[in-house]
């Protein structure tokens, strides 16, 4: 089971840290995910890193403002999301699968989601 948490407000330009909490075995085994989804949108991926945490992948939207991490020890992923923007405003869910890659297909459980809303 995946847990976000860390969602809220923000004015535009201001930071939000989202924190993946993972119960049960396998969190380290497993590449974590960052997707996001706007109202009418299509879900889409926001970064990634391996179970290791020695490589990450960003979509161009977000990279250099949002840095993805994780603490194994603990079970726990995080998404830091810097300089944000209006079009940022989403559902943000974390999730895990086997691989490092930027789609849906990629990760099989995930977290329900938490809100984030940037006003300018």
């Known amino acids: 089971q995946l847990v976000e948490s860390g969602g809220g407000s923000v004015q535009a330009g201001g930071s939000l840290r989202l924190s993946c909490t993972a119960s049960?075995?396998?969190?380290?085994?497993?590449?974590l995910a960052w997707f996001r989804q706007a109202p009418g949108k299509e879900r889409e991926f926001v970064g990634a890193?391996?179970?290791?945490?020695?490589?990450?992948m960003y979509a161009d939207s977000v990279k250099g403002r949002f840095t993805i991490s994780r603490d194994n020890a603990k079970n726990m992923g995080f998404l830091q999301m810097n300089s944000l923007k209006p079009e940022d405003t989403a559902v943000y869910y974390c999730?895990?699968?086997?691989?490092?890659?930027?789609?849906?297909?990629?990760?099989?459980?995930w977290g329900q989601g938490t809100q984030v809303t940037v006003s300018s």
């Open positions: 999730a895990v699968g086997a691989g490092l890659v930027a789609h849906t297909w990629g990760y099989d459980h």
């Open positions: 890193i391996r179970r290791s945490g020695g490589e990450t």
């Open positions: 049960g075995r396998g969190f380290s085994s497993a590449a």
